[in-house]
């Protein structure tokens, strides 16, 4: 069980008189954890994930689906939201403090919960959706059910997603400011250390190997150098219980004991996650698959998480002068580790890069090639780089996925004069790291493919001539189905992927459940009323590229005891 110490109280009341109209007491009476089992994290606020900080904490369900779910406050409901991505099914409580708690990856909702959203579905035919209820609807008490763990959306495994947010302007907040009773007593660990020379993609780095002084000092050998250096890190914490390696609260960096930077994962905003690929370095964590967190600040990026008093990371080794850095790594419980490594100033090497062949950042560019373009508009890059774009053959190369990008580039295929259904079958692909093809864009303008990416790589144009798969699972063509509650499906596309699917049963759209990590869809046959003993079923499904799938068979069930007893009334 965490002990609150006084430190941790004046830093709770601190932080949130900066809220303004924000109140939020971290020893409430009447918060209750959302789950009844022991909470055992598998991920933190604000760690870094891929293409975005985490928002809330990740706890653990041993494995399973269908644990109890409860509001940690009195409040309401006030938005609900399914998807087949992101946070699957998820539900929204504000609070009157200010707050609103998340809960994504449901499995389902509770029972009176569920129903008013089936009623939703149903009205728009539709599977996702988001619904904004009234405030007296779905009022909650602390403790209340809500739902059930699970591991829809974008899960890649039993747990739920916990999230506190600013209600006002929906910010996410480190959620361990609830009294959450997690033991904790191991410190971070900070697996390797770097220095690089400069804050641009194309700075050098070098690693320098550590030491343990004792169970909370890393240290290294001496270190000659000179010019500007920043830190970079590969690093992780873990609690008590969790083998998860998960995200670091703080870190701060002293050179001399001067602050040089900073940051503490107490509130952070969605727009940060546009920064990400700048804090780490991207072209070892794209070849790799190995994340070093950069701790300097761009000066293209706004962050909200960073201590702007301090400096930008960037430290200034002068020759015959000695130099300590300190880093100080910290959890939410106060856990640290520190690492200490001491310098001496060279004179700096300088390398003189040509920048002949680098692209500006601040201008656009527009590569045309008979019939492929390549368009980048201001700001595409974070910093002048040298990029390689090239008509090879039937490929686009728009040089290699090592530089993050600030904003996506438009590249565009002519379309050429073939047979339509060709055309129709036809789509801009993207190459893997494998040269394997994806689907990337179908989009059509102007006689073009066009399509917008976010990474550079490698692009063809690519067919799909193959319609989905619409397999039926528990049940066959003119099959008596009284004994079942369910109709389960596999959905399959060999190529570009599912685009849409629609199921009716006697000319009536039916909720599928959609499940993309398994390809499956589940029809509850109890939300239909069955008038007649002979039905039928319909399944219609494209994939990306238009080809066109459809499954029809007939089935038969008993009649609804309701309908039966109505008839003989008459």
């Known amino acids: 069980m965490r002990i609150i110490s006084k430190n941790h109280i004046y830093k709770l009341v601190f932080f949130f008189c900066g809220l303004h109209t924000f109140l939020f007491s971290q020893q409430s009476k009447e918060w209750v954890s959302p789950l009844e089992i022991p909470i055992k994290l598998s991920g933190t606020f604000g760690e870094f994930r891929t293409n975005h900080f985490h928002a809330g904490i990740d706890i653990r369900t041993e494995g399973r689906q269908g644990l109890k779910v409860k509001s940690v406050k009195n409040g309401w409901i006030n ?17 009157y403090d200010g707050t609103t708690s998340v ?11 569920e129903a008013y959203v089936k009623e939703k579905q149903y009205e728009k035919e539709s599977y996702s959706i988001q619904i904004f209820p009234k405030a007296e609807l779905f009022k909650v008490r602390s403790g209340e059910l809500i739902g059930f763990s699970g591991n829809t959306g974008g899960s890649n495994g039993p747990h739920l997603h916990f999230e506190v947010r600013n209600s006002k302007g929906q910010t996410p907040i480190n959620p361990m400011y ?22 641009n993609p194309e700075s050098e780095r070098k690693e320098y190997r550590l030491m343990k ?34 995200g670091i609260y703080k870190v701060s960096i002293r050179l001399n004991g001067v602050p040089k930077f900073e940051y503490t994962m107490d509130e952070i905003s969605f727009n940060d996650s546009k920064f990400i690929n700048i804090l780490i370095d991207y072209k070892e964590y794209i070849q790799k698959k190995r994340r070093i967190q950069r701790f300097f600040s761009h000066p293209s990026q706004n962050v909200s998480f960073l201590n702007r008093n301090k400096s930008n990371g960037e430290m200034k080794i002068l020759p015959g002068k000695s130099y300590q850095i300190k880093i100080e790594v910290s959890d939410y419980n106060g856990n640290k580790s520190y690492l200490e490594a001491y310098i001496t100033g060279t004179e700096q090497i300088e390398m003189e890069l040509s920048k002949n062949k680098f692209l500006d950042p601040n201008k656009d560019y527009l590569f045309n090639f008979k019939n492929k373009t390549a ?52 789509f801009i692909a993207m190459l893997n790291s494998k040269g394997v093809p994806y689907f990337f864009s179908n989009k059509k303008k102007e006689r073009k493919w066009i399509g917008k990416s976010k990474t550079l790589g490698t692009f063809i144009i690519s067919r799909d ?3 989905p798969i619409i397999k039926p699972l528990n049940f066959k063509k003119d099959q008596w189905i009284s004994s079942l509650n369910y109709l389960k499906i596999n959905l399959t596309d060999d190529y570009s992927g599912i685009k849409s699917f629609r199921g009716e049963i006697n000319g009536k759209w039916i909720l599928f459940e959609h499940e993309p990590k398994n390809n499956s869809l589940i029809y509850d046959l109890n939300d239909l009323s069955f008038d007649e003993a002979l039905n039928r079923l319909t399944i219609e499904a494209e994939d990306m590229a238009g080809n066109l799938s459809k499954l029809e068979m007939d089935l ?12 003989n009334s008459k």
């Open 79 to 95: 938005r609900i939201r399914i998807s087949t991505s992101g946070y699957g099914k998820a539900i929204y409580i504000k609070h």
């Open 103 to 113: 809960y994504a990856h449901l499995k389902k909702f509770a029972p009176k919960i």
């Open 178 to 199: 609830y009294p959450f009773k997690i033991l904790d007593s191991k410190r971070p660990q900070i697996q390797n250390f770097f220095l690089y020379d400069g804050i």
């Open 213 to 246: 002084k004792n169970d909370s000092v890393y240290t290294t050998a001496g270190i000659n150098l000179g010019g500007k250096v920043n830190v970079g890190l590969r690093l992780f914490d873990r609690q008590d219980l969790s083998y998860n390696k998960n």
């Open 375 to 426: 368009y980048f508009p201001k700001n595409s890059f974070f910093d002048s780089i040298p990029l390689l774009i090239k008509n090879q053959d039937e490929k686009l190369i728009v040089g290699e996925n090592i530089y993050p990008l600030q904003k996506p580039f438009e590249i565009s295929f002519e379309i050429p004069k073939k047979d339509s259904l060709i055309n129709s079958q036809s």
């Open 465 to 467: 001539s193959l319609a």
């Open 556 to 567: 038969y069930r008993k009649k609804n005891k309701k309908v039966d007893e109505a008839s």
